[in-house]
């Protein structure tokens, strides 16, 4: 179930109103059923790896945390997803659950089941790192499979082809479950969290459950830290208006980012990315300045819908994006963009390599690691790593080359070194999304070589295309600009309420001016 | 706790200026507003029935006609013409359409003639004979059907979008309100399809005219729009035969180029239909047969299918010279006056 959809609209009252009348644990009952039966709604089959991540995860956590389940229970947990498919083979027959899916799901099943219970029996300290390895190798390969699979097999081939030989293509069709990577970093970070001793295991399944599968943010996240989310489910809520004013709010931002920039702003983009559009400079730049607004209204449209509903429940999810385009350098764009998965990258990934403490060429290759990691985790394709390796290659040159420091840090003060600063950073950040929009390599040199040529009869003419785009992002960039001193994209509250109830008004208009142009969350791919 | 003390103000605030609005639009502009979710299949929309009788065309429920009124009973002595279709008939202006220039050419030879332009954008044989069913109740002396076979698409999604209407479903909520509506049509034909190339919005018919726009190239396509625009045309002609209400069938053809100077004609088999139709009180005319014996019959159409003002006209006097064939079985016992040349 999408959050532009009209399911939702009706889904989400409905889960609000049951909700404020249930006592505490009847609330988490409520929203794990409402999690998975919003995931379900895409593909009622894959819930069970979200059953299985969510398994692994909770028992392993736990007994880092030195609590061990009955092995009776392990056993009937972790025979769970196993259950699901077949349960899925029996009374949904299209759904292509066969018996040897099923026997595999179970063998799985034991598999975790035998290594769970080997391990505990190891000293503990080997036994923490153990399940940690456990959790993080079932998790990385349920990824890897679903995700990276064909991929990987698909590079190997064209390898093997480029060298000379004649390998057997073996193709095997593998559907991307949605939201696979999102609900596996965050479910994967509560573990290392927990093994770090950060944050206790959660002793409930119920809560976990409901923690790894909450419907708001499970697909697109913000990939939320179990310290900060788990709290605030197992705290019992009071309702107070401010979660009404709040929530409404940053859905109708939402929806407005999403809507009416986003979608409009894909008609330009789709164009000038599709195969075989003839592109000459301005059609170029166009194109990626659409996709730039595109991706940022889409992406963030949902982060705000996400944050609006689950405010409505009373749970604050962390913020995911705050004014990225006004970034000045490259470090600062990944302190604004997309947050929580940088973050996650910084906490889980780059600081444990070594972050930035040791020689020069170690916080280089540190860097590179976690940027081409970062790249090919949006998306099992060479473009998504070469634009992991584009921003990393611009953090490394921002790092180790102080020269190019007039990109400008955030305590510069000058006006107009900074305006310069964020229009470099700009140019930079389209350079990326060129290469992260295109299909492929091939595209990207078609693209690049559009650059070199401005000569109006190749393309159509850009003018009225750019009026188009302007007219969509300008009420964006006016919102920015009301809300930049605020540090936070939706924040309305510092204005007068009249103020605020035309800018609602406006807002409202703007979304049902672009209804039929719907289109699906860009990072529901991912 | 009371919703009152939930929202803020600034709801408030949002919620009222569109219920006012809303509300605003439905009470000053009821007349504007009335069948406008029907799609053109109102019987009634457009048409402001007053109590002296007068009968005036208004732009109301999605109903762009050219406005007009006549008396609802038809003067004694009056030849009265309605020409029903799409937006060929009603041409570039009112007053360079060929309905508004037969009425001129009429009145011209002495006959005491109004002739009303019916027609309307993007309407197809469907949707063009729910006006003809409102068109017979105004006793016209003779009623001019302009067959065309393009807008079966559109006749289609607005039939669509009238039924949509009538249900419960949720996705129509916000689409029910007028304002809403009003505000995503014109942002639509305003400023999307004036400011996206056409060539954008069809690779991707990013809504249901692109569809449409690309569909029409499909041989399948226009096979079946011929079949519909057949067995509606032939329904229509059985309505006003019903009525006893003389009908003139002009089909409409296509000036297809192969970007040189050469061009053809097309007429898609309307002229087959046209004439396989003709019969009691029924009369046809073929668009191809007008112009393709014209040495510059290209430079009448300002597109494949649209006329220039000097097109209508040589319509309109084509029109003429088939009344004159049958002006005592219409009606007209003193049609004394002959074709004259013209220059176009």
Known sequence: MSFITWQYLLFLPLVLVLYWQLPGRGRLVLLLVASYFFYACWDVRFLALVLATTIIDYLCALSIDGKKMGTVWVLLLALLPGVWLSGCSLFLPASGINWLIVAAAVAMGLAFFAGHEVIWHLAPEKRRRAYLILSIGFCLSILGFFKYFGFFLDSAHNLLTFMGLQPNRVLLQIILPVGISFYTFQSLGYVIDVYRGQSPACASLLTFATYDAFFPQMVSGPIERGRHLIPQLERTQVFSPDYLQDGICLILVGFFKKVFVADNCAILANYAFAPGTPLNGYWAVLGVMAFAFQIYGDFSGYTDIARGSAKLLGIDLAENFRFPYFSRNPSEFWGRWHISLSTWFRDYLYIPLGGNRGAKWETIRNLGVTMLLAGLWHGANWVFVLWGAYHGVLLILYRVAPALRFLGDEKSSSLGRGILAVALMWILTLAGWAIFRSANVHQLGLWLAALGHWQAGISLPWASSALWLLIHIAPLLLLQILTWKYRDETSLGHLPWPARGLIYTLMLLLIVSSTEHDTEFIYFQF | ?344
């Open chain 2, 1 to 344: 706790m009371r919703i009152t003390k939930c929202l803020p103000p600034a709801f408030f605030l949002a919620v009222l200026l569109l219920v006012l609005g809303e509300v605003g639009a439905r009470l000053f502009f009821a007349k504007s507003v009335s069948g406008r979710f029907e799609y053109g299949y109102s019987l009634n929309a457009g048409f402001d029935e007053c109590p002296d009788g007068t009968v005036k065309l208004i732009r109301a429920g999605g109903r762009r006609f050219h406005p007009q009124s006549f008396k609802k009973h038809r003067p004694p002595g009056t030849f009265r013409v309605f020409v029903i279709g799409d937006s060929v008939p009603r041409g570039p202006s009112f007053k360079g359409g060929y309905p508004w220039l037969l009425g001129q050419e009429l009145r011209e030879r002495d006959i005491q003639a109004e002739s009303v332009n019916m027609a309307l954008p993007g309407y197809g044989a469907q949707r063009c004979q729910v006006v003809l069913r409102k068109a017979l109740e105004f006793e016209p002396s003779l009623i001019i059907l302009h067959v065309n076979d393009s807008n079966k698409y559109e006749d289609e999604r607005e039939y669509r979008r009238s039924q949509e209407f009538k249900s419960w479903h949720p996705r129509n909520w916000p689409m029910k309100v007028f304002i809403f509506r009003r505000l995503y049509e014109a942002k639509m034909e305003k400023v999307f399809w004036r400011l996206v190339p056409e060539q954008v919005r069809l690779k991707f018919a990013v809504n249901d005219p692109d569809a449409q726009v690309a569909a029409s190239e499909d041989a399948n396509e226009v096979k079946a729009r011929m079949k519909v625009a057949r067995e509606t045309t032939a329904a229509s002609v059985a309505l006003a035969q019903a009525h006893h209400v003389p009908l003139l069938l002009v089909t409409q053809c296509r000036l297809l180029t192969d970007g040189t100077r050469s061009f053809h004609f097309e007429d898609h088999g309307l002229d087959d239909l046209g004439r396989s139709l003709t019969g009691q009180g029924v009369y046809h005319l073929s668009m191809k047969e007008v112009f393709s014996p014209l040495p510059h019959a290209r430079s009448y159409f300002s597109d494949s299918g649209h006329l220039k003002r000097s097109g209508h006209l040589l319509l309109a006097q084509a029109i003429i010279g088939k009344i004159r064939q049958a002006h005592q079985r219409l009606g007209l016992t003193a049609f004394n006056i002959e074709l004259q040349s013209k220059s176009y």
